[in-house]
């Protein structure tokens, strides 16, 4: 009964942490957008995808993750990828919208690297050069393979983050490593609930995203406790934690050079 009660104390702990850390990170990001609506939001250049046109014979691929819009951004992240082939001057972006009706898979919803309804993004994988063509073609099989086209829950899925996750399976080259606030990576159907993680290089079982585990290169070690994830990431050394998503090293995915 003791151990039982450590552990439940230890759990609320890790929670009230994680929280608190995430609450304030939205303290320092929302300076001056108390009065903004999803309307108004700024939705501009971030500034940091490269510019498709200086670099035109270069494949690129990015995976950009920003917290979602309103209280939401507390608890989760919204993704989504960007690319473009050798000798393309510009970028073609895909994410999953929800509030759109039909099939939920957007092609070009918003600028490559904009600002998703104020909250700035950051980029999760970079990979350019060598190799990276052939990745892209991987990514549109993946794309038009998704199974959930034509439905959407934010919790617990799916979402716009099993989209990313269903590529990241399909795409194990990628490498892709959402974090663990990124809330609908671990859904999958009740009738597969054993299957590879989101990264397509480890392995998962989940039922529907609310309870499960996953063990893998990129996303270490994870459980998956009604969509709250807490685990530990041996790959680049970190916590894996709701609310937050990590804390510790840097785990951005990077292959190839950039261009000054």
Known sequence: MKFRKRIMFGFAVVLSLSFGLSLADASLTSSGAENRSWRTAPSHSAGIAPDPAQQAEIAIVQVYAASTYGWRGLFAVHP????KRSGETAFTRYDVVGWRGGDVVQRNYALPDGLWYGALPKILVDHRGDGVDVMIDQIETAIKSYPFADTYRSYPGPNSNTFLAHIGR???VLKLDLPANAIGKDYRSIARPLGMSSSGRG???SLLGL???SIGIEEGIEM???GLDFGLDLNSLGLRLPFIGRLGMDDTTVSGKAVP
Not at 80 to 83: L, P
């Open 80 to 83: 989504w990828i960007i690319y």
């Open 170 to 172: 399909e795409v194990p």
């Open 203 to 205: 392995w998962q079982v």
């Open 211 to 213: 309870l499960g585990l």
């Open 224 to 226: 998956n406790v009604l």
